[in-house]
Each structure stands twice: as C-alpha cells, then as structure tokens.
C-alpha cells in the first residue's frame, strides 16, 4: 500500500533561522508531490508541486524553496524564517483521478 | 481555471440530526470533485470523490454526496451524525492540470 510520511510532527524555530522538512512516498513510483500550508484561519495555500525530479513549480512568491532529490521525496526549505511562516505544512501526493493524499503534517512555530 | 465556494464556514447539528454541506465548483472543464475532512492536528483524509459515472457517491462513515451538473454542486450529507463527525471539511476540485482547487472548508460541531 501507498503511504506519505512527513517530519518533523512539531518544529519551534526562532526567526532568521533555517528550515528543512521533509516528505517521503512508499509504495508508488513517479508521484505528483504537493506541498500545503495552512495558516490560522486561512484554508489551505498550495505552495509547490512537483510531477518529477527536479521539476518544480511555485504557486507563492516566497522566502520558501523546494526541492525533490529523488523520486519519492520532497523537501521545503527556506534559509531565513520569518513569524508569517508560522503554520501546519501538509505534505501530499497523487493517485488516481488525481486525488490527493496527505501526511500527518508538520507544525512550524516561528517565535 | 477551477474554484470551489463552500457555503457556510461553520456548520453546528445535534447528534443523530441530518449533516448537509454544500459545495458548489466552477470548472472550464468536466470537474474531477473530492471532499476531505481533517481532524484536529491532522492531515486530510479523503471522504470520497466522484470522477465519471454515477452522480450519487458513497464515501466512507456514511457519507455521501450528489454531482449536479445543471447545478454546478456537490452537497455532501450524511443521515444522521456522530459526535465523531466534528471536524473540518474541504470540498476540492480538479481540472486535470495536476492541482486541487479547495474551498475555504467548513467546521463542523456536533451537539449531545
């Protein structure tokens, strides 16, 4: 079976600092990779996805990257955090007639 | 392009009463269209979808939902709910063009 996998679950970080979190995909070869955010009171915000290694496309001018190594795995980062980074990251990947598949999801406090 | 409006961000029932949400999308395209719902620190879960075929889908804990196409809509209900029912739920979208388009979603609580 097909499973994601997010980490870390929670993440305090201070403001300025680097970030990293990261996405993995069992079970399925060549997925679409999506990455979410979801602030406060604001739904979710597509932030990058990915229909390959290497391919990546931004939906939000930001201080955020992405990046997808291999096959079946993805990475956000950024090299400076800022408090509006703040949120609940939401990993996932497509099967089928393009539904999508979520992780558990990281929280990222900045303070 | 696709967008997806749900009506209601807050949505409160009492325990065995009949759960109605109502999505309506607009699509250039035959839509592809999901309902999700997302507990408390966590991800999203898939309720159900519907793609082609029969426009009355059965999803999981007993939910279901109607496509209208003359309607541009996408209700999802269920008969009678479950103090477990209360949750967020996203309807979404898609046009083929790899991304989901999500309504803002809508907040379920559940009355004893």
């Known amino acids: 079976s097909q499973t994601i996998h997010q980490w870390p679950a929670t993440l305090v970080q201070p403001v300025g600092s680097p970030l990293s979190l990261e996405c993995t995909v069992e079970?399925?070869?060549?997925?679409?990779l999506y990455w979410y955010r979801q602030a406060a009171g604001r739904g979710l915000q597509l932030l990058f996805y990915?229909?390959?290694?290497?391919?990546i496309s931004s939906e939000v001018p930001q201080n955020l990257s992405a990046s997808r190594p291999q096959d079946r795995q993805f990475i956000l980062s950024s090299k400076k955090l800022l408090l509006s980074d703040s949120g609940f990251y939401l990993c996932?990947?497509?099967?089928?007639?393009?539904?999508?598949?979520f992780g558990p999801g990281t929280r990222l406090t900045v303070t | 392009a696709q967008s997806v409006t749900q009506l209601g961000s807050h949505v409160s029932v009492s325990e065995g009463a009949l759960v109605l949400l109502r999505c309506n999308y607009s699509?250039?395209?035959?839509?592809?269209l999901f309902w999700y719902v997302q507990y408390p620190n966590q991800g999203l879960q898939l309720l159900l979808k519907y793609t082609t075929g029969a426009t009355l889908v059965k999803g999981i804990n007993g939910f279901e939902a109607e496509f209208k196409k003359s309607e541009t809509s996408f209700h999802l209900t269920k008969p009678s709910a479950h103090m477990s029912d209360a949750a967020e739920y996203f309807c979404?979208?898609?046009?083929?063009?790899?991304?989901?388009?999500f309504g803002a979603g809508t907040t379920v609580t559940v009355r004893a």
């Open positions: 699509s250039s395209v035959p839509p592809y």
């Open positions: 979404a979208v898609s046009g083929g063009d790899y991304k989901l388009s």
């Open positions: 990915s229909i390959g290694i290497g391919q």
């Open positions: 996932a990947f497509t099967r089928g007639y393009y539904e999508q598949y």
């Open positions: 079970g399925t070869s060549n997925p679409n």
